[in-house]
């Protein structure tokens, strides 16, 4: 049973369901129906499909995740992100509007929640590491950027082509004579009424009296007041035959479940982008997740938020829809509602299910203008400019990341960039790691401590060599070691004991126990003794497996300290004898100053 429960968390949280809690779910998920309605429109006409799919990708995925997730209030459906994706992949197969291109959409979401489920059953979650937090902040202020100057010719009435900003851009601008007044008024109107309600609305509604919990869904109710002034305005004018865009009639009713159809080409050209849609939409739902969870001191496990994404991915492809992940907008409406079970979900599956069947006749005059500005909105306040530049005082590299990330995603388009953002921060990150930092450590006088003489007011004798490494040892920094305790004792003619500090060591692989066989040989040699100490339990227990420890010609100390009194008393003895003029830093955290 516990382990039915590991896949299946329902079975878990479904026992202490009670009259309160659906209460609780139940208000949440008519504060996320409200607001979900026309982002899911907004979000299909951004990855080029009709509007009714993103209702569909927002009904029966939901459903699927309130069985399978682990989250308490993720809220999955369509987002910006993986809308943009969405376009970029299939758009290199068919063209907007035709059934082949819907088709390869739903091969995608079909594809994607595969790859999903198969990463979770096999524990995979950890390759969601492989993308760093500059990379997710540059890709995704890229993106936003990249989104919202695509939504600008909905904004202007204009035709416009190209999946980057400059092929956007330039579009737009050979174009601008042919801008449709009613259609700039209405989108710009409908953004600048959708920022102020994002912005003031709340505070107006408090200052005039309302309850916070009234002014909260009012506030989250704009977009949904937009949708419906525009609409009425559509109609009543005839604005569809001024050359103002419409929806049209959007079909009633829900889509019967099938099973995309198969086409071997079609499903391996797909499979890369399907793989990247998956990280991607995990990386985004799983960082929500985490962060809403830990603020009830709840917990989530990323494997199984990886089979519960998957099978909402397989829910919407059945279902007619696109990829999906978890939103961050409508996840953090949904914990702020109340929402104390996945089940909020399957509540607003159903709310969801009864807008298609019964209201979608009343969005024939909506102006596509309005949807636009529910986007720009939307995707603008995942823009985050500053992030940029607190990256680049912390870290050159990571910057050098972020910059690449984002300039490729713009000018290159979404696929290149995240791929880019990747490659560069595993390169980064190798080449880190391939010159590790390296102290040479002397006694803090008066004490059993070692630190940086370079830092530090300490002691060091002559004939020993003290070295901290501040890595573990692998192939990419093994030969960087070598060369940098053979530089050392080349400088130093008096010394008889290299002792190699392990501290924060916590794995030696097999290229690197190569390198420390052949330091100790040349060493050996060179009539230097070669020392381990402070090694962690686990990195021993590999080494005794090994040959090495039995041709090491020093010894292997559980601590420094035991090391310098065995193999240098005479300093051991200076060092104590001695007190310190000043503390070696402070009793506060120093740092990196050790």
């Known amino acids: ?106 091969v995608l979401a079909f594809l994607s929640g595969l790859m999903l489920v198969a990463m979770g059953l096999f524990r995979l979650g950890f390759l969601a590491s492989l993308l760093s937090h500059p990379v997710i902040s540059g890709f995704i202020t890229a993106s936003g950027l990249l989104i919202a100057s ?47 309600v994002r912005k003031g609305l709340k505070k107006l509604l408090l200052s005039l009296g309302f309850k916070p919990f009234l002014a909260d869904i009012l506030t989250k109710a704009g977009p949904v007041a937009a949708v419906a002034v525009t609409t009425l305005i559509a109609a009543f004018f005839d604005l569809g035959a001024k050359g103002v865009r419409i929806v049209g009639d959007i079909p009633s009713g829900l889509p019967m479940p099938q099973l995309p159809s198969f086409d071997s080409e079609l499903w391996l050209a797909l499979a890369g982008p399907a793989l990247l849609i998956s990280v991607i939409g995990f990386v985004e739902s799983v960082s929500v997740a985490q962060t809403l969870a830990a603020k009830k001191r709840q917990r989530i496990e990323p494997d199984q938020e990886l089979i519960g994404l998957g099978a909402s991915n397989i829910a919407s492809a059945i279902s007619g829809g696109y990829p999906v992940t978890g939103g961050f907008a ?35 005059h909506l102006p596509q203008a309005t949807l636009a500005a529910t986007i720009i909105v939307a995707v603008l306040s995942l823009v985050d400019l500053g992030a940029v530049k607190r990256t680049f005082l912390y870290s050159k590299s990571d910057f050098a990341a972020m910059a690449a990330t984002i300039l490729i995603t713009l000018f290159f388009g979404v696929e290149q960039g995240v791929v880019s953002g990747v490659a560069l921060s595993i390169a980064l990150y190798l080449y880190r790691s ?106 021993m227990d590999r080494l005794k497996k090994t040959d090495f420890l039995k041709h090491l010609t020093g010894r292997i100390f559980l601590s420094q300290y035991e090391a310098l009194c065995t193999l240098d008393p005479e300093t051991t003895h200076i060092s104590e004898s001695r007190t310190p003029k000043k503390p070696a830093r402070s009793n506060m955290w120093s740092g990196p100053e050790i």
């Not at 996945?342 to 599956?349: S, V």
């Not at 300490?458 to 960087?480: I, M, Q």
């Open 1 to 106: 049973m516990i382990r039915l429960q590991r896949y299946l968390p329902i079975l878990a949280w479904g026992k202490q369901y009670d009259k309160e809690t659906a209460t609780s779910d139940l208000v949440a998920a008519i504060i996320v129906t409200i607001m979900l309605i026309p982002q899911s429109l907004a979000y299909a006409l951004l990855a080029g499909l009709p509007p009714e799919v993103g209702l569909y990708a927002s009904i029966l995925p939901l459903v699927a995740y309130t069985i399978f997730g682990t989250s308490r209030a993720l809220a999955v459906g369509p987002v910006a992100v993986v809308s943009l994706l969405t376009a970029s992949a299939v758009g290199e197969f068919a063209q907007q509007g035709t059934p082949e291109y819907l088709g390869a959409a739903i």
């Open 150 to 196: 695509s939504q600008l010719k909905h904004i202007l009435g204009v035709p416009a082509q190209g999946h980057t900003l400059y092929d956007i851009l330039v579009s737009i601008g050979g174009n601008l004579a042919e801008i449709n007044w009613i259609t700039f008024a209405i989108g710009g109107s409908a953004t600048v009424f959708l920022f102020w």
């Open 330 to 364: 409508r996840s953090v409406v949904n914990f702020d509602a109340g929402a104390a079970t996945p089940a909020a979900g399957a509540f607003t599956a159903v709310g969801i299910a009864l807008a298609t069947l019964f209201l979608t006749p009343l969005l024939t």
């Open 434 to 539: 391939s010159r590790p930092h390296m102290a040479i450590v002397g006694i803090v006088p008066g004490s059993e401590h070692f630190r940086n003489i370079d830092r530090h007011t300490v002691v060091t004798g002559e004939r020993v060599l003290s070295l901290r490494v501040d890595e573990s040892l692998f192939f990419a920094n093994s030969r960087f070691l070598e060369d940098r305790i053979y530089a050392l004792v080349a400088e130093r003619e008096n010394i008889e004991h290299v002792v190699l500090m392990c501290t924060a060591v916590n794995e030696i692989d097999a290229s690197a126990l190569e390198s420390l066989e052949e330091i100790n040989h040349r060493l050996s040699d060179s009539g230097v003794t070669f020392h381990l100490s402070e090694i962690k339990g686990p990195v």
